[in-house]
């Protein structure tokens, strides 16, 4: 059974949903990068980490995504050209992330995600988290209940499911790419060096209070 999951930012003027949201039309995990962690500390949102510093997401086809209210205030991070970061600027909410106009998929991020509207745990509607990323950069020790390393199996099945999620078109249309000219919704705010290694040492200096 599938539902509709609203999505909302911290502050409400951004709004949209997901649609078809089940555990078996996503791909849950959670990421312990670099560049996830710099990222919540860049919107000093360090809220939105798990105590190791994880990032929950939820990958699903960019076709199941629709911003419905509050579009003028998304805006967009690079902290490799490869990835567009996606954020409200209003109450510097991460929304999610993308990897360009033609890659059919979004990984959003629970921030973004409202399930007080009926109820539902996020483990409800989107299923444990099936594997965690980069655990080496993590900043403490793992939860317990920390999902599993990734195994070959975990990442057919999610090669799968790109695949599958590419042949049906499902990647279109996105919210955040126009549909003709590729152009991102918000042009990318692409760091300096220098402001790129500052948030990056916030994670490491993290990292070496929590060993403290
Ligand atoms: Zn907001
Ligand atoms: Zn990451």
Redesign the pocket.
């Known amino acids: 059974m599938s539902v509709e999951l609203p999505l909302r930012c911290r502050c409400g003027y951004v709004h949209g949903v997901a649609s078809e949201i089940a555990p078996s039309a996503g791909f849950r995990f959670v ?1 312990y ?1 670099k ?2 962690q710099a990222f919540a500390h860049f919107l000093e949102r360090p809220d939105v980490l798990d105590a190791a510093g994880g ?1 929950d997401i939820f990958q699903l086809p960019t076709g199941r995504v629709k911003l419905t209210t509050g579009r003028t205030a998304v805006r967009c991070l690079h902290l490799s050209s490869k990835v567009f970061r996606w954020y409200t600027d209003c109450c510097r909410t991460p929304i999610g992330n993308t990897a360009g106009p033609r890659f059919p998929v979004v990984g959003l991020i629970h921030s973004f995600m409202s399930h007080e509207a009926d109820g539902q745990s996020r483990d409800e509607v989107l299923g444990p988290p099936l594997c965690r990323i ?1 655990e080496r950069s993590a900043v403490g020790p793992l939860p317990r209940n920390a999902a599993p390393p990734p195994s070959l199996s975990i990442f057919a099945f999610r090669a799968s499911r790109l695949l599958a999620w590419s042949l049906r078109g499902l990647g279109r249309p996105t919210p955040f790419f126009d549909d003709f000219t590729k152009a991102p919704l918000s042009a990318p705010r692409v760091l300096t060096f220098r402001e790129r290694e500052r948030w990056q040492s916030t994670v490491l200096k993290r990292r070496r209070q929590e060993a403290e």
């Open positions: 990421c990068c560049d996830c990032t980069f």
